[in-house]
């Protein structure tokens, strides 16, 4: 996830790389499990949730 580092998930989910129906689900940061809202950052060695259409896969490992 490093190409998403260090942004919050509004940024990332606006730049419009991504399929308007991604939706953050959590993040796992060490033993805690985040609940993320738009401010949320996303951080080097974070593990994201993330639910989607299937067709929108291959869009979704572009970005992140």
Do not use: C, H, Q, W
Not at 7 to 19: F, H, L, M, R
């Amino acid at each position: 996830n490093a190409k998403i580092a260090g942004k919050t998930v509004k940024e990332i989910a606006y730049n419009g790389d991504v399929p308007e129906d991604l939706l953050f689900v959590a993040i796992i940061r060490g033993e805690n499990l985040i609940i993320p809202r738009g401010n949320t950052k996303i951080r080097r060695g974070d593990s994201i949730i993330l639910m989607t259409r299937s067709s929108n896969i291959s869009d979704i490992d572009l970005v992140i």
